[in-house]
């Protein structure tokens, strides 16, 4: 085959037309799809265990000998049909093949639900004449609706996301444009062909013509549950900010006991490694730190029933303690130029770190506040100083961290010493005493924290506060 393609696949969900897809195309000269190659229980079609001499156990294991093989027997270009639930081993195969073509076949949601539960009731999964039609109604349920919704999205949002990371492009159509001969024409010279058919002739009939009303019992029940659908995920948070990586040389190892401590910066830090280290009283230099990926597998591997935990503050505690450290006070943790930034061009008062009596709390409230709100612009994408890991959302950083190692155990710091407990009982010892969380600030947030710093905090997080259930900060108790 010459052309900038050697092969094709069409991406699709159940019941989008893909069969009736699939009959048009190889109506083309020079075109041959070959059905569902990759469906997990057969070869191309139902029942059939074998094709192009290579059977079903062959083919599973090793699946993109079956794409090469199916080109070597198909004159033309040569394609297949592929379904979420297909052979995931060829979905990344053919997504990072630049010399594969994607065509990406949609239909509405709601239609394919409901067309594959009449198919499923009627054993009929394709119709060839409208004498053999077989009928029937449906009852529509919010949940099995909402699970198809899920499915579908996430295949059609994976597609997305891999072709545009891998900078490639699809050909997309819909169920309706299937019998358009124009848009045919056009995907048969996206794939390098530019004869006609001879003749259009199709064996393939739509099954379920009649409207959705005539087809779904609970039509009424439906249309209400379909208006509480939120199709486009509107009243999601959207995700502007920077993914980040697992962050494994900050992770901290007990000597002795099989515990990691897997910090998320501006959380308690110095109470944890002393808690840690008084597991055997080496002190801090006992402890494993500066890890690799490459030596935390080994340490994994040598230490049996391992207990791997994070931390989680609420929002406003911890971002006080971000800018308390790297913006207010001075010394080898501040953010100099940033905070010089953060002055003349975001409307942070200059202020100094004073002795914390004499201080105006006004000031400093309203100083913290312009940072809560520089952090939302910051963690939106609208600056352009980096997202550091000091104020970057937790959640964010735990979904960072489980891109190598996701913690055993997620405490919270407002019940740390409960959790910590815990944590040593799984390793069959008792917990040491926990100190209280170090306060270096010269203004407590006590002083300073009102409703307006609570807002200003829940804006630049909304997804914290959603993900993990924050309320409103209240003062650790003795």
């Known amino acids: 085959m010459t052309g900038r393609f050697s092969s094709f696949v069409i991406l699709a969900g159940m019941r989008t037309g893909s069969n009736f897809l699939e009959e048009r195309l190889n109506q083309f000269p020079g075109i041959r799809c070959h059905g569902e190659i990759f469906n997990p229980h057969f070869i191309g079609k139902a029942k059939q265990t074998n094709m192009f001499g290579l059977k079903l156990q062959d083919r599973e294991k090793n699946p993109v000998s079956m794409i090469e093989i199916m080109k070597s027997n198909t004159d033309g270009i040569a394609g297949f049909r592929f379904f979420y639930d297909h052979d995931p081993r060829i ?66 949002l994976n597609v997305q996301h891999n072709l545009q990371t ?61 208006a509480k659908t939120d199709y486009f995920a509107l009243s999601g ?17 007990s000597a002795c006991e ?21 597991f055997d009283g080496s002190g801090e230099d006992g402890l494993s730190s500066g890890f690799t990926q490459k030596t935390l597998r080994q340490w994994k591997r040598k230490s049996k029933g391992h207990q791997s935990f994070a931390v989680i503050s609420h929002p406003v505690q911890r971002l006080y303690r971000a800018y308390v450290k790297h913006i207010l006070l001075p010394g080898p943790d501040s953010y100099g130029r940033i905070r010089d930034t953060l002055i003349e061009r975001y409307g942070l008062p200059a202020l100094s770190a004073g002795d914390g ?34 104020w970057a959302s937790q959640s964010e950083t735990l979904k960072g961290m489980g891109e190598f190692m996701i913690p055993d155990h997620v405490l919270r710091e407002d019940n740390l010493d409960q959790g910590l407990r815990y944590l040593a009982s799984q390793v069959g010892r008792e917990s040491p005493d926990l100190s209280a969380t170090p306060d270096h600030s010269p203004v407590p947030l006590t002083r300073l924290y009102n409703e307006d710093v609570e807002s200003a905090v829940r804006s630049a997080y909304q997804r914290d506060y959603m993900m993990f259930g924050f309320g409103l900060w209240q003062e650790p108790s003795d």
């Open 237 to 253: 948070a959207p995700v502007f900010e920077p993914r980040r990586g697992p962050a494994v040389p900050g992770f901290v190892a």
């Open 166 to 226: 891998l900078g490639q492009s699809a050909f997309y159509i819909g169920y309706e444009d299937i019998s358009n001969g124009e848009i045919l024409a056009g995907l048969a010279r996206y794939l390098g062909v530019t004869s006609e058919p001879e003749k259009v002739s199709v064996k393939t009939k739509k099954q379920n013509p009649a409207p959705l009303n005539d087809k779904v019992e609970n039509y009424s029940e439906m249309l209400s549950a379909l």
């Open 357 to 390: 009596a004499s201080v105006d709390i006004r000031e400093h409230r309203l100083a913290f506040i312009k940072f809560a709100e520089f952090v939302k612009g910051n963690l939106s994408g609208q600056t352009s100083i980096r997202v550091d890991s000091a």
């Open 91 to 156: 979905f990344d195969h053919c997504l990072k093949d630049q010399h594969c073509a994607k065509i990406v076949l949609f239909r509405n949601p709601v239609e394919t639900y409901v067309s594959h539960q009449i198919a499923r009731v009627t054993d009929q999964w394709r119709l060839g004449d409208m004498h053999n039609a077989k009928s029937s109604k449906i009852t529509f349920s919010s949940a099995g609706f909402a699970k198809h919704l899920s499915n579908t999205q996430k295949f059609y």
């Open 258 to 278: 099989p515990l990691i401590f897997m910090p998320i910066k501006s959380g308690p830090y110095e109470n944890i490694i002393q808690w840690l280290s008084s």
